[in-house]
């Protein structure tokens, strides 16, 4: 099985603000690793598909970057409604989710 | 826009069988192309792929949960099932049915179900 792992676990950001975001895969996924947006009581939200590709509606302060085993979302300038969970998902080898990275005002 | 809707019993008894069905609108199961998948997030915790099933019935499963896992496709309704058998605490969480492809782009909106005698 192919672990995930997500850092930090924990981000204190203003709004305004660069967020970095990492996932680091066990082994390589190639670039078949996506992000994910989940709000407290919804459903995740498709962001980033291939490593790098937005999904349809994603705007583009959100981009993300890698491949192998490393991996990084970048969402330029935190707007209010970008406080929320973030997590990746490879489907190189059966499909697995990292911890997640939450993402709170500072 | 398809959606995507999970119905079931919220509280299951510890050995019992944990039956879920979502069904599908603005979007056909039979049109091919997808994969509809079941996921669950255990409370507070993060996200765990059950399995999930194609239009033909072909299945794939979480090697961790396939001995206990089935999933099955109702094309005449345009819904897909999960049942979990032997449920335990550790069964607790909330469950999302998804359509997939490469990735999951449509989810429902999930459904909390209890395993507590």
């Known amino acids: 099985e192919i672990v995930l792992t997500q850092s930090p676990a924990t981000l204190s950001l203003s709004p305004g603000e660069r967020a970095t975001l990492s996932c680091r895969a066990s082994?390589?996924?190639?670039?078949?690793l996506a992000w994910y947006q989940q709000k407290p009581g919804q459903a995740p939200r498709l962001l980033i598909y291939?490593?790098?590709n937005r999904a349809t509606g994603i705007p583009a302060r959100f981009s993300g970057s890698g491949s192998g085993t490393d991996f990084t979302l970048t969402i330029s300038s935190l707007e209010p409604e970008d406080f929320a969970v973030y997590y990746c998902q490879q489907r190189s080898n059966w499909r697995t989710f990292g911890p997640g990275t939450k993402v709170d005002i500072k | 826009q398809v959606q995507l809707q999970e119905s079931g019993p919220g509280l299951v008894k510890p050995s019992q069988t944990l039956s879920l069905t979502c069904t599908v609108s603005g979007g056909s199961i039979s049109s091919g192309g997808y994969y509809w998948s079941w996921i669950r997030q255990h409370p507070g915790k993060g996200l765990e792929w059950i399995g999930y099933i194609y239009y033909s019935g072909s299945t794939y499963y979480n090697p961790s949960l396939k001995s206990r896992v089935t999933i099955s496709v109702d094309t005449s309704k345009n819904q897909f099932s999960l049942k979990l058998s032997s449920v335990t605490a550790a069964d607790t969480a909330v469950y999302y049915c998804?359509?997939?492809?490469?990735?999951?782009?449509?989810w429902g909106q999930g459904t909390l179900v209890t395993v507590s005698s």
């Open positions: 082994q390589s996924v190639s670039s078949y």
């Open positions: 998804a359509r997939t492809t490469l990735y999951s782009e449509n």
């Open positions: 291939d490593a790098s």
